[in-house]
């Protein structure tokens, strides 16, 4: 009679089943299985890692001699592996109750912290110099050093949630920019518009005005010459009746009669400069309206640049003065921006070419002028000096100083309202000038390896300081 077979016992062979197919090395399910000569197999890529830093390769697990040996695959355990992966779901049990040395087949009782993995007691001799500890002190271990690492990535995390806030502020900022630039388009557009409407007016009655200037002159050569016409035909037939008379009579006023027939009048004259001058209402018209619009539009040389500005400067809203905020505004705090230096850019800068522009400084107390390099720093203080890469001079505590390294006083004989700077990039020249006297007042000779851009600092005072619109000249040829 066949022996009865308990529950214990199938789940017994399950896990002498599963011990059989699970590799020593890795202690899982066989992956790849290769066999050695001993009859020892293993998983192609924990034999590969063991014998990695091995100078003699030998088996894992009975350490015999496998120098230039070729592990063969394990077909047929390769396929049992994989037949009981498939079929482990439906089975009943499970894993091992205790976690075993792969190696040594015996429980893990030590950690080694330098190799980070726990290990049994035979295993010791393997770990040379190596601090171990007890598994259940190993795990506390283990948790203090993963909750610091959780501690640095939630404060990456906080890090990361932040600059998200920043980006969605920034779309909110970028939304107002459009619609304020947006009004101001549009009223700038209006407002041109209502000039042409009264240029197009102006026109349009100047030619109406000279159309009748015209026609008014025509209609009095008309009038004169039929009168003219009028009175040769009353002469006409006055000479006609005469010549009817008797042959006597009219032989004897014959002389009278010829005298009368000599007109005296003026001759009919062709009008010149009767016809409406086309070339002065017409041609070049757009040129000529684009001409008369100068008066009404500015242009200024520098263009402040808003996204620069320090969060405690204020600028106009045509980007042509600044002057101290009385509360910090809230920018986003994108790269190009000054904070905390109170400076402000301009808009454009210069790898070459000549330019020049003009600043109104009035009794402004406190400020600085001149150039910087594309590259200088925006998020920390600074000197302000040559050596930063900006060429600049400036009023403080009432005296004029070049910003160089020492600062050079500039003993001016008058207080210079309005200050021209002037930049010559092919002979690396940045040069200051009082406009009111025109006097030179400071040159800089340098070598500029970068953009350049106008820098203008008017300190925490409520004076402003302008940019002066720049005149506009036509050269015809």
Known sequence: MAAECSDEDITDRQSLLESDLTCPVCKDIFKEPVLLSCSHSFCQQC???????????????????CDGETPIPNRALNNTCVS???????????????????????????????????????????????DLMPTDQGVPFCKDELNMKIKILESKQDSFKRMKKRYRDTISFIEGQTKDAETQIKQEFERLR????????????????EENDKKLMVNERIGSITRDILALAELIQSVKREMGAEDLTFLQNFQTLKRRTQWTGDEPKKVEGALINMAKHVGALGYKIWENMQSHITCLPVILDPNTVSPWLSISPDFSSVQECQERQSFPDNPERFDPCVFVLGSEGFSSGRHRWE???????????GVCKESIVRKRKFTVTTKAGVWTIGLSKGVYNALTTPRTVLNLERRPETIRVKVNMEKGEVSFWDTG????????????TEKLFPIFGPGLQSTPISILPAKVTINKQ
Request: charged share 30%.
């Open 194 to 209: 209502q000039v042409l409407n009264e240029e197009e007016t102006s026109r349009i009655k100047a030619l109406h005005r």
């Open 359 to 369: 600043v109104r400084v009035a009794d402004h107390p406190k400020w600085i002028l």
């Open 437 to 448: 006297n025109n006097k030179h007042l400071c040159t800089y000779n340098d070598k500029f």
């Open 84 to 130: 009981y992966k498939k079929e482990r779901p439906w089975r009943p049990g499970g894993p091992f109750d205790e976690a075993m040395c792969g190696l040594h087949q015996r429980p893990f009782q030590l950690f080694c912290i330098k190799d980070e993995e726990p290990v049994c007691v035979d295993c010791v001799t393997l770990h040379p110099g190596h």
């Open 47 to 65: 034999l590969e890692s063991s014998w990695k830093n091995q100078t003699k390769k030998q088996c894992p697990l009975c350490r015999k001699c």
